[in-house]
């Protein structure tokens, strides 16, 4: 069976290129598992955890919005920001995760950021504790 081949670039650089058996990319309302022959599609990234496995190797990153488009075998993932296992530090995360929680919030608006902040970090600090 022939492989994939994986893309992921954010504005400021390309992240990965490289061949893999699977990719699972973060939706805003799951997960999507791409294999090879995947029909074509495009679709809106959510914050979470991108995993590109070859063979016994899982590499996994944290993504933040944008798009994935599949095509003949290849998964081009375009995201605003993608760190690397080893970019996240678990403490620091925690940290900041605590002082996103204490802070008070007033309105519509500031409640559903400082919600939506504490679940990107809960994310990377999942992504950073299981390693890769």
């Known amino acids: 069976m022939a492989g994939l081949r994986c893309i992921v670039v954010t504005p400021e650089r390309k992240v990965l290129e490289e061949t893999a058996d699977a990719v699972t ?4 309302d799951g997960e999507l598992g791409i294999y090879p022959l995947h029909a074509p599609l495009i679709g809106r990234l959510g ?3 991108l995993r590109v496995r070859q063979g016994e190797k899982l ?3 944290y993504v933040e919005g944008g798009f994935v488009e599949v095509l003949n075998d290849v ?10 296992v080893r ?5 620091v995360l925690h940290q900041q ?12 608006e500031a409640i559903a950021e ?8 809960r994310a990377m600090l999942r992504i950073a504790r299981r390693g890769e």
């Open 75 to 84: 998964v081009s993932v375009v995201t605003t920001r993608a760190l690397t």
């Open 47 to 49: 914050a979470g955890e």
């Open 114 to 121: 400082r919600n939506a902040q504490a679940a990107r970090l």
């Open 97 to 108: 995760l605590e002082q996103v929680i204490q802070t008070r919030a007033a309105g519509d």
């Open 25 to 28: 990319v973060p939706l805003p």
């Open 59 to 61: 590499r996994r990153f």
């Open 87 to 91: 970019e996240l530090a678990p403490d």
